[in-house]
C-alpha cells in the first residue's frame, strides 16, 4: 500500500513500541522536524504514513522513529500468512493472568487484618515480586525509554509508584519495623504523622499493575482488529480460475492470472478479476461492490469488475486489471487511507497525563526536599515522598475507562450493538450528520413484489400463478421474488415443462397445458403479444420510480405486469424520526438511481438524497461534508460503504451486510435494523458520560488526597481504603450501563 519509494514521495512505516497516544504524538513531531516531510502517525493502526522529498532516504525515516526510543521497518513484500500465526495477545494475556493469580492474595492480605498471620508480610513480597518485576516489565521499559527521550507518559507514573510502592515496603521489612513475626496494619481510619518504617505497601504494587494491565488487554484487543477491513477485503476475491489454454479449461491459483489471459466464469461464481466479455450473457450481482440492489444484465463487450457474482450463463472474460490494479484493490486502498487520515481521538487519561505526570514526579521530590530541609527525619521524609506517587498512582484511572466500555459493550451486545473502541464513543457526542445506504440499510437490500396490473378479464390470482410457477424455475433475483410472492400467497405452484431461459430476455414454459412467456416487452413482441395500453402505461409509471417491470403473456396475449422492488424496512421512518430528535441530520447517498433513491426517502422521511454515486464518490461525498464542519456518521452494509465507513467520524455497519463493512466501522449493528442505530448512538453517549465521570472521580481522589501525602498525614490504611473505595465507586459507576433500554 506505498508508492514506489525510488520514484515516489510517499511510503508507510510500521511502528512498534507505542503504548499510548503520546507516543505517537511524539513519533509525528520528530519526523516533521526533517525537511519537506509530512507525517501522520496512527496509534490504533501502529502506522506512520510519510510525505518526503525524493532526496530523502527512506532509511533515514526508520533511523528518526529509533532515536525517539521507538521501532520502525520499510514496507515489506507481502508474504503469505502462516496458517497458525502466533496470537500478538498472547504475551499481554500471560502476564494479566499471572498478575490477577499471584495479586489478590496480597490485597486479601493487606486489607483484611484477620488474614494477617505471622510472617503474612513476607508472604506477599514472595507474591507481589513476580507482579513487579515481571508482569510490570512493560511498563518500566516504556518508562525507562520515555526517561531516555526527557519525556513522561502513564507509563512513567505507574512504574515510578510501583517500583517506590515496592522499594519503601522492602526498606520497611529489612531496616524498618514492618518485618517483624506479627506485625499488623490495624484498620485505623485516623488521619496521622507517620515514620512509614511500619507499612508495607506491596497491595499497592501488585494491585495497581493488574489492574493497569487489564486496561492495556482490552485495549490492544480493540486495537488488533483495525488491520482486519483490508484482510476482509481482499478476501471476497476468487481464489483460482478457470483459464482457456490451447481450447482446454485449466484451473489455476489467482496469483498466476495474467493480463489478456482468457477465463470462465460460470454461474453461481465470483468473476477472478475485472476484464471484458468475450462470449455469452447473463446478469451479475455487483450489490456488494455497487450497491445496485437489480443485477446488471451484461453480454459481450461489456466490462465487469472481479469479486462481482454471475448470477446467470457461462461467461468467457478476458482479463484486462490484476492484482493491486483491480477495482476491489483499489478499494482496499481507499479504507486504508480513510482508516490513516482518521482523527486519533486520544484517550482523556493520556490528554490529562501530559501535565499529571510531570507535576506529580515534582511534587513528590519537593516533598522529600521539604522534609529533609524541615530538620524531619529521612524515613519521614522519604515516606511522604513515596505516599505522594503511591496516592497519585492512578488505580481508579486504570479501570475508568476500561469497565465502563466493558459494561457498554456487554449491554450494547444484548442490544445487538457492536462498540469496537473508546475512541468510537466521543464521535458519537460530535456528530450532527448521519448519512445513511440505501440497500440493506433502510431497504430489505433483496427484491419484493410490490405490485400487478392485469388486463381486463384476467384475475390476480390467476396472473400470479402461472407467473410464479414459471419463474420458480429460474435463479435470477427478479424472478424468486415473483416466485416467493406467489408461493407466499397461494401455497404449492404447479409444475412448469419445458422451461428455457432467454437469457438477456427472460423466461419461458409451459404451465398447466399454457405456454407463458415473463420477461422482457422484446420477448413478448417476438411472440407478437403487445402490451395493452393500460398495461403499458402502468410499465412505463412503474420504471419511471425507479422500479423493475417484468411483462408477462400467456394464451397468446400479453396479460399481465409484475413490478418488483427494494422496499424499505418497516422501522425505517421510526427510525429517521427518532434520529431526528437526537439532533441528526439525515442523508440518502446511494449507488441506485436517482428515481428509486428519492422514492424511498419520501418513505421514509429524508430530505437530502445524493444518488448514482460510485464508492470512491461516497468518500468524496463524506469528506466534503467534513470540509463543511459537519461531523458525519455512516451507516452501510456493503463492500462499495467500507470506505466511506471509515471516512466517517464515526461508521455504523449493519451486521447483515459485509464482513468488510462491519471490520471498517466502528459500530456494528447486529440486528440489522435502523432503530439499532439509534440505539446505538444513544448507548455510546451514555458510555461516553460514564467514563468522564469515571476519570473525574478517579483523578479528584488523586487530587484530594495529594495534599495529605504531601504533608506526612496519610495513614497507609486510609491510602489503602481510599484506593480501594475509588476503584469500587468506579466500577459500581459503570455497572449502572447495565440498565440502559
Known amino acids: 500500500m506505498t508508492s514506489d519509494v525510488a520514484t515516489g514521495q510517499q511510503i508507510e512505516l510500521a511502528i512498534s513500541g507505542m503504548t499510548c497516544a503520546s507516543c505517537a504524538n511524539r513519533i509525528e513531531r520528530k519526523l516533521n522536524k526533517l525537511d519537506g516531510v509530512t507525517a501522520t502517525v496512527n496509534y490504533a493502526t501502529e502506522k506512520a504514513k510519510v510525505t518526503f522529498p525524493a532526496e530523502l532516504d527512506p532509511s533515514t525515516l526508520v533511523e528518526t522513529v529509533e532515536a525517539a526510543g521507538y521501532s520502525a521497518t520499510l514496507p515489506q513484500p507481502e508474504k503469505p500468512e502462516p496458517a497458525e500465526a502466533e496470537d500478538p495477545l498472547k504475551s499481554l494475556r500471560q502476564r494479566l493472568i499471572g498478575a490477577i493469580v499471584l495479586s489478590i492474595p496480597v490485597i486479601a ?6 488474614l494477617q498471620f505471622t510472617y503474612w508480610q513476607w508472604i506477599s513480597l514472595a507474591l507481589a515480586g513476580p507482579v513487579l518485576v515481571w ?32 522499594a519503601w515496603s522492602l526498606y520497611a521489612l529489612l531496616w524498618g519495623t514492618a518485618g517483624v513475626p506479627g506485625m499488623t496494619h490495624p484498620f485505623q481510619l485516623t488521619i496521622e504523622r507517620v515514620s512509614g518504617a511500619g507499612n508495607i505497601y506491596f497491595e499497592v504494587a501488585a494491585g495497581v499493575t493488574t489492574f493497569i494491565l487489564a486496561g492495556r488487554y482490552f485495549e490492544a484487543r480493540s486495537k488488533r482488529r483495525a488491520g482486519a477491513a483490508l484482510r476482509a477485503l481482499l478476501e471476497l476475491g476468487a481464489k ?6 490451447d481450447g482446454r479449461e485449466v484451473r489455476i491459483p489467482i496469483d498466476t492470472l495474467a493480463v489478456g489471459d482468457r477465463f470462465v466464469v460460470r454461474p453461481g461464481e465470483k468473476i477472478a478479476t475485472d476484464g471484458v466479455i468475450e ?10 461492490l455497487t450497491g445496485e440492489s437489480v443485477p446488471v444484465e451484461v453480454e459481450p463487450e461489456d466490462k465487469v469488475v472481479g469479486a462481482t457474482v454471475n448470477a446467470g450463463g457461462r461467461l468467457v472474460v478476458r482479463a484486462t486489471r490484476i492484482g493491486a490494479d483491480t477495482q ?17 481521538v486520544q484517550r482523556l487519561a493520556d490528554r490529562i497525563s501530559g501535565v499529571f505526570v510531570p507535576i506529580v514526579i515534582a511534587l513528590a521530590v519537593g516533598t522529600l526536599a521539604f522534609w529533609l530541609g524541615a530538620g524531619g527525619s529521612s524515613a519521614m521524609a522519604f515516606g511522604a515522598a513515596v505516599a505522594v506517587l503511591i496516592i497519585a498512582c492512578p488505580c481508579a484511572l486504570g479501570l475508568a475507562t476500561p469497565t465502563a466500555l466493558l459494561v457498554g459493550t456487554g449491554r450494547g451486545a444484548q442490544l445487538g450493538i457492536l462498540i469496537k473502541g473508546p475512541e468510537v464513543l466521543e464521535s458519537t457526542r460530535r456528530i450532527d450528520t448521519v448519512v445513511l445506504d440505501k440497500t440493506g440499510t433502510v431497504t430489505t437490500g433483496q427484491m419484493s413484489l ?10 390476480d390470482e390467476e396472473a400470479l400463478r402461472l407467473a410464479g410457477a414459471l419463474e420458480k424455475a429460474s435463479e435470477h433475483p427478479i424472478a424468486q421474488a415473483i416466485a416467493r410472492a406467489a408461493a407466499d400467497k397461494l401455497g404449492d405452484l404447479p409444475a412448469v415443462e419445458d422451461f428455457k431461459n432467454l437469457e438477456g430476455l427472460g423466461v419461458q414454459g409451459i404451465v398447466d397445458g399454457q405456454v407463458v412467456i415473463a420477461g422482457r416487452t422484446a420477448l413478448l413482441d417476438s411472440w407478437s403479444q403487445k402490451l395493452p395500453a393500460d398495461l403499458a402505461a402502468a410499465k412505463a409509471g412503474a420504471e419511471k420510480d425507479g422500479n423493475t417491470a417484468v411483462a408477462v403473456g400467456w394464451d397468446g396475449a400479453a396479460r399481465a405486469v409484475f413490478v418488483v422492488a427494494d422496499t424499505a424496512k418497516p422501522t425505517s421512518a421510526e427510525a429517521i424520526t427518532k434520529l431526528r430528535a437526537l439532533g441528526l441530520k439525515p442523508v440518502l447517498l446511494t449507488g441506485d438511481n436517482s428515481a428509486v433513491a428519492h422514492s424511498i426517502a419520501a418513505q421514509v422521511g429524508i430530505d437530502e438524497v445524493i444518488a448514482e454515486v460510485m464508492p470512491k464518490d461516497k468518500v468524496e461525498v463524506i469528506s466534503k461534508f467534513q470540509a463543511q464542519g459537519r461531523v458525519v456518521a455512516m451507516v452501510g452494509d456493503g463492500v462499495n460503504d467500507a470506505a466511506a465507513l471509515a471516512q466517517a467520524d464515526l461508521g455504523l455497519a449493519m451486521g447483515t451486510g459485509t464482513d468488510v463493512a462491519i471490520e471498517a466501522s466502528d459500530l ?23 467514563i468522564k465521570g469515571n476519570l473525574f472521580w478517579a483523578f479528584a481522589y488523586n487530587i484530594a488526597a495529594l495534599p495529605l501525602a504531601m504533608a506526612g498525614l496519610l495513614n497507609p490504611m486510609i491510602a489503602g481504603a481510599a484506593m480501594a473505595f475509588s476503584s469500587v465507586f468506579v466500577v459500581s459507576n459503570s455497572l449502572r450501563l447495565r440498565r440502559f433500554r
Open 109 to 114: 492480605m493487606a486489607m483484611v487484618p484477620a
Open 135 to 166: 508482569a510490570a516489565w512493560p511498563f518500566h521499559r516504556a518508562a525507562w525509554q520515555n526517561l531516555r527521550h526527557g519525556a513522561a507518559t502513564m507509563d512513567t507514573l505507574i512504574s515510578m509508584g510501583t517500583l517506590a510502592a515496592f
Open 240 to 245: 483460482d480460475v478457470t483459464v482457456l489454454r
Open 279 to 288: 462470449e455469452g450473457s447473463s446478469a451479475v450481482d455487483a450489490s456488494m
Open 328 to 344: 476491489l484493490a483499489q478499494m482496499a486502498k481507499l479504507v486504508e487511507d480513510a482508516q490513516t487520515r482518521k482523527a486519533d
Open 450 to 459: 410490490v405490485d400487478i396490473h392485469v388486463a381486463d378479464g384476467v384475475g
Open 668 to 690: 456494528t449493528l447486529v440486528r440489522g435494523d435502523l432503530l439499532a442505530a439509534v440505539d446505538a448512538i444513544r448507548l455510546a453517549r451514555r458510555t461516553l458520560g460514564t
